[in-house]
T-cell receptor, first 115, second 113 residues
Framework: DAGVIQSPRHEVTEMGQEVTLRCKPI?????LFWYRQTMMRGLELLIY????????DSGMPEDRFSAKMPNASFSTLKIQPSEPRDSAVYFC?????????????FGQGTRLTVV | GDSVTQMEGPVTLSEEACLTI???????????LFWYVQYPGEGLQLLLK?????DKGSNKGFEATYRKETTSFHLEKGSVQVSDSAVYFC????????????FGAGTRLFVKA
């Protein structure tokens, strides 16, 4: 099992540019989460999908952020336009189901730097 | 809403010392509780979990007991190693919370040789 795969691992972009982060969840998992990690705010849940449907996007900071899950094996998080305060590590995680007993499996993250 | 509070770090210990990282939670209903560990440059990975009151989760010498009466899930290890240096996150997942996993702020542990 390859685990959750995120790309790119590192991204440096200029303010105002569009950024797209990608995630391939573990095969067979039907829940997918996007988190953002910063020193100041810790680990924040941005959005949660179940069976490819967005269930809770209350953590998405503003309209510049959008997430899609067109099928069970792929999700994207897009920031347009990007700002320096978006600099963070973005994690994608998947879970086998939506029961409370199952843990989340994390990817290695994408470190985004907006200059 | 659901929340998790854990002790602030960093925690610095000498090798073979005892470790306790405190974690308390607020949740409606009956959450499952988790400890995750994050090594430098990596994503979080599950360390242990407990899914009902009085359950004890254990792994790699770490233990935590789900205490409903005190709403706590403290992480303990009797003898830490340098390789245990990492950031530890307490987390919960509940039906009433919409099945989201909610994390604490994390506690950084440094173990000196």
């Amino acid at each position: 099992d390859a685990g959750v795969i995120q790309s790119p691992r590192h991204e440096v972009t200029e303010m105002g540019q569009e950024v797209t982060l990608r995630c391939k969840p573990i095969s067979g998992h039907n829940s997918l989460f996007w988190y953002r990690q910063t020193m100041m705010r810790g680990l924040e849940l941005l959005i949660y999908f179940n069976n490819n449907v967005p269930i809770d996007d209350s953590g998405m900071p503003e309209d510049r952020f959008s997430a899609k899950m067109p099928n069970a094996s792929f999700s994207t998080l897009k920031i347009q336009p990007s700002e320096p305060r978006d600099s963070a590590v973005y994690f994608c995680a998947s879970s086998p189901d939506s029961t409370v007993n199952t843990e989340a499996f994390f990817g290695q993250g994408t470190r985004l730097t907006v200059v | 809403g659901d929340s998790v509070t854990q002790m602030e770090g960093p925690v610095t210990l000498s090798e073979e010392a005892c470790l306790t990282i405190n974690c308390t939670y607020t949740a409606t209903g009956y959450p499952s509780l988790f400890w995750y560990v994050q090594y430098p440059g990596e994503g979080l990975q599950l360390l242990l979990k407990a899914t009902k009151a009085d359950d004890k989760g254990s792994n790699k010498g770490f233990e935590a007991t789900y205490r409903k009466e005190t709403t706590s899930f403290h992480l303990e290890k009797g003898s830490v190693q340098v390789s245990d240096s990492a950031v530890y996150f307490c987390a919960l997942r509940s039906r009433d919370g919409g099945f989201k996993t909610i994390f604490g702020a994390g506690t950084r542990l440094f173990v000196k040789a």
